[in-house]
């Protein structure tokens, strides 16, 4: 039954709670289709709150058996109770008082993965957003911290392991062979911090001194026999743990941290406080099955998590508005950790590679909204890389105002200021005016104000005057809800760059506040002269990707190649190589609709080609050039109107071209990368991989393509190298024979590991052209695919609809048909991940109109659709509407 009303929340009706809740007790009793829950809270009227005022708490398709005031029973006269709410009347004027729940929940029926589960034979939560009203009534939002004491009682022999947030208190045998554990969380959390984990699970533990000398027990918990391959998780969360105290000064705070790999699961991981549940996809890992992205992948997210400790759970949030506050600060302190445990400048490239592919397309189109938002219609939805992606950008961008110390300071206030409360943006951003003196509040329009920042540029030379003068404009594109937009501050790195390679020192600056290597761009339109310029400089601008815009500068290929030689910010070099690929890429993509001859500029390939044999370059960095704008990097620049058909043979067309040119230089390097000894994880290793198989990738566009990489797949002695090699073979040569044996020899030897299996759904979900959707449709048959398990679904149905352009984007609308079955399929088990795909069509409107008509057909049909879950429904017409 569906409790959730679909009403709008504004943030403009935020208002704290009329009962304060002072403590939480626990008590379940586990069992596969009827466990029993019994919730006891303490209140108190808060101050000044009207006597009459009667107690609401919060449900979601409950059922309860029991309700008590202090103990007694309470009579039907004094309370409602729907499978939604509960409401209490009568209550005291200010004196304390005990409400007792008991549910009746059915964790095996539980398909949404919301509340309490069971995954694999394992009871699971999921609390946030709003999981918790699923187990009991409660005051079901973030700003109503408590201490938790939890009891759990089951079946010993099924389940050995139980465990909850905090320290453990203690535990013992029960009645009829079930045994019980008590633990107690004495940092006041708000409900979607709870967890419980219980059944048959195999450990791996470690310890961690804190840098003030306390003993933490670190516990992995995995299925039986998958122990080894929690090894290089564990290593991660302690050099997170190390890391947040040496930069941040952060210490863990009880005795225990656990994290729990379980198979199903909406999201990638969450941060429940001392008990961290992980989609298990980002916590195993070993040589023969996991590539380098995988380990990356897993770096990442145990320290995201693990941040979230202090930037989460410590300070929390006061409502889901400030969903941003955790989120895109502890995705901020993530990339961090990442840019020091790896090489700094390829790690910024790939976060702004995801960044333009993921987070641009959704700030241009139906579905854009600020980082902090001020309405919703389901919080679920909310979690989007707009929150997550641009919110860590903007906090990036305050440490570029502030510099490393003064950021630093300001997170000191924060944590000691705010330290056990819910906070909002506001109070955030205070920290950092406060300590540094600065007016935050034109700076505060990145939260407000959604949509990428339009920067166009161009710069003047005055050799007399020896004056270099660079006039910017600012504009920020109407979304959803905001037509009129504000001038922006916006921070942009930059470099003039002479002749010779160094970069010119002016001797001043005027038009605008300069601070160090960074102009503030402040106004809409604004000009910034700097003297003493001896010679023509090259501007090289928003440096590192100092602010998230999009950046129109007219550059000369010569200029770009001069930056791509020799600006000294790495992340500048590769920029400026992208800015030379996509006019080539974007001009075939027009040539090919008009039915020309595509053509590649010598110059752009031969830079190109220069950089991926600079032995003075890392490897890794080399593969990011040689790595071309995407498909959808290419939609997103070409901005409407578009052919992914055209887009793709536009693609394929300067590839080809790249490839023939550079041959030599792509044998070369596939024998020069070979790497000797066994497989290491490590970033320098990972790089050399890259670098190998994007030139092996190449070399498919040469004569032998498919027996080269026929050679590389037999021969791989690690996933990474397996899986590019497979791909290669599945993308290029589709119907190659060689191409059959070796999708069937993967699957024979990894038909036993879902994780692997789901790289062999998503490599064939992702061949590109027209026979992808039957392809699709078989495997969809597969006995392997299990749609009640979300890797899966999202391993060949997400894949497909977010990864495979052409296949996807049929232009007789057959993909978006097949998509719109299968959203109404997973939906009624799964809102959440139903909605979540159903996110693949927010550029509809960017298509060209045979597609876009067929788009907005397929999706008017999915909107009149009756039972359609909240979530459905809020994408399906914010995509329409907008
Ligand atoms: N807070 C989690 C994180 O970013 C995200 C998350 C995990 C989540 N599971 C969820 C969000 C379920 C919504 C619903 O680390
Ligand atoms: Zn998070």
């Not at 190390?242 to 656990?258: S, V």
């Not at 909204?369 to 860590?392: A, D, L, Q």
């Not at 510099?403 to 300071?409: E, L, P, S, T, V």
């Not at 402040?522 to 602010?547: C, D, H, K, M, Y």
Request: negative net charge; contains cysteine; aromatic residues 8%.
């Amino acid at each position: 039954m569906r409790t959730d009303t679909g009403q709008i929340i504004h943030l403009a009706d935020y208002r704290p709670t009329d009962f304060v809740l002072e403590r939480v007790d626990l008590t379940f009793e586990l069992d596969p289709t009827a466990t029993r829950v019994e919730s006891r809270l303490i209140f108190h009227r808060r101050d000044g709150v009207d006597a009459g005022l009667p107690l609401v708490l919060d449900g979601d398709d409950l059922s309860m058996t029991e309700l008590r005031l202090d103990q007694i029973e309470l009579p039907a006269s004094q309370f409602d109770a729907r499978a939604d709410q509960l409401i209490i009347r009568d209550l005291p004027q200010s004196a304390p008082f005990e409400v007792t729940v008991v549910t009746v929940l059915n964790p095996e029926a539980n398909t949404q993965l919301m509340g309490l589960y069971r995954t694999n034979g394992v009871y699971c939560t999921q609390c946030e957003a709003e999981g918790f009203r699923r187990i009991t009534y409660f005051p079901d939002r973030p700003d109503v911290l408590a201490p938790y004491t939890v009891t759990i009682i089951a079946d010993k022999a099924t389940n050995p392991v139980l465990l909850s947030n905090g320290n453990f208190l203690g535990g013992g045998n029960y009645d009829e062979g079930r045994h019980f554990a008590a633990w107690f969380d004495p940092f006041p959390k708000p409900s979607y911090l709870f967890a419980l984990v219980a059944g048959d699970l195999g450990v791996v533990e470690d310890s961690f001194t804190t840098q003030s000398g306390r003993d933490v027990a670190l516990k992995i918990y995995v299925e039986h026999g998958k122990e080894p391959r929690a090894a290089y998780a564990m290593d991660a969360l302690k050099r997170s743990m190390k890391w947040d105290e040496e930069r941040f000064g952060r210490e863990y705070d009880l005795d225990i941290f656990m994290i729990v790999a379980v198979s199903d699961f909406n999201m990638g991981a969450m941060e429940n406080k001392g008990l961290n549940v992980f989609n298990d996809k980002y916590v195993l890992a070993d040589p023969e099955t996991a590539t380098d992205q995988d380990y990356a992948n897993i770096e990442a997210i145990i320290a995201h998590e693990y941040f979230h400790n202090w930037t989460g759970n410590r300070i929390t949030c006061r409502d889901w508005f400030q969903l941003c506050l955790k989120e895109g600060l502890t995705v901020y302190r993530d990339h961090e950790f990442s840019a020091d445990m790896r090489s700094r400048a390829v790690k910024r490239i790939a976060e702004v590679r995801h960044l333009k592919a993921e987070q641009f397309p959704e700030d241009a189109g139906p579905l854009a909204h600020p980082v902090r938002p001020t309405t919703y219609r389901e919080i679920n939805n909310f979690y989007t890389t707009t929150v997550y992606e641009k919110g860590s950008e903007v906090t990036r961008m305050i440490a570029t105002l502030l510099g490393r110390d003064g950021f630093k300071k300001g997170m000191d206030l924060y944590f000691e200021r705010h330290d056990g409360e819910a906070a909002t943006v506001e109070d955030f951003v205070r920290c950092f005016a406060d300590v540094s003196g600065r007016d935050l509040s034109q700076f505060s329009r990145w939260y407000h104000q959604a949509g990428t920042p339009l920067v166009t540029a161009s710069g003047d030379y005055d050799a007399a005057r020896q004056i270099f003068t660079l006039s910017l404009q600012q504009m920020v594109p109407a979304t959803p809800g905001q037509p009129v937009k504000e001038a922006m501050h916006i921070p942009l790195s930059f470099a003039l760059i002479l002749d010779n390679g160094t970069t010119a020192e002016p001797s001043a600056v005027d038009g605008g506040e300069v601070t160090g290597d960074v102009l503030h761009l402040t106004e809409r339109a604004q000009t910034f002269t700097f003297s003493g310029i001896a010679s023509r400089p090259v501007l090289s601008l928003n440096r590192g990707f100092s602010a998230p815009i999009n950046l129109e500068f007219k550059q000369t290929p010569a200029d770009l190649v001069h930056i791509a030689r020799h600006d000294t910010d790495q992340f500048s070099r590769w920029q400026a190589l992208t800015d030379l690929a996509l006019p080539n890429l974007l001009q075939a993509a027009r040539d090919i609709r008009s039915g020309k001859e595509i053509s590649c500029d010598p110059a752009f390939i031969s830079a190109l080609l220069e950089a991926a044999a600079d032995e003075s370059l890392e490897p890794a960095f080399r593969a990011q050039a040689l790595a071309l704008p995407s498909e959808s990097d290419m939609a997103r620049e070409l901005g409407g109107n578009n052919d992914p058909d055209a887009i793709h043979a536009a693609r394929h067309g300067i590839i080809e071209r790249i490839a023939k040119a550079g041959r030599p230089v792509f044998e070369t390097l596939l024998s020069q990368m070979r790497i000797e000894g066994p497989f290491t994880p490590d970033a320098d290793g990972a790089g050399k991989r890259a670098l190998r198989n994007s030139a092996l990738s190449y070399l498919s566009y040469v004569e032998g393509g498919a027996a080269r990489a026929t050679d590389a797949f037999n021969t791989a002695d690690n996933m990474t190298d397996m899986v590019q090699a497979l791909t290669i073979l599945a993308h290029r040569f589709p119907d190659a024979t060689e191409t059959a044996e070796a999708l069937s020899a993967f699957l024979q030897r990894f038909e036993e590991n879902p994780l692997v299996l789901d790289k062999w759904f998503a490599i064939q979900a992702t061949i590109p052209g027209r026979d992808a959707l039957a392809r699709v449709k078989a495997l969809l048959q597969d006995a392997r695919y299990v749609a009640s398990n979300p890797n899966r679904v999202r391993s060949l149905v997400g894949a497909f609809a977010f990864s495979n352009p052409t296949g996807f984007n049929r232009a007789d609308g057959e993909g978006y048909r097949f998509l719109a079955e299968q959203i109404l399929m997973i939906d009624p088990r799964n809102p959440q991940l139903a909605a979540r795909i159903l996110t693949s069509m927010r550029s509809w409107r960017s298509l060209e109109s045979v597609r876009a008509d067929q788009a907005r057909t397929v999706l008017a049909e999915i909107q009149r659709h009756s039972g359609l879950s909240t979530d459905v429904r809020d994408i399906v017409e914010r995509m329409l509407t907008a």
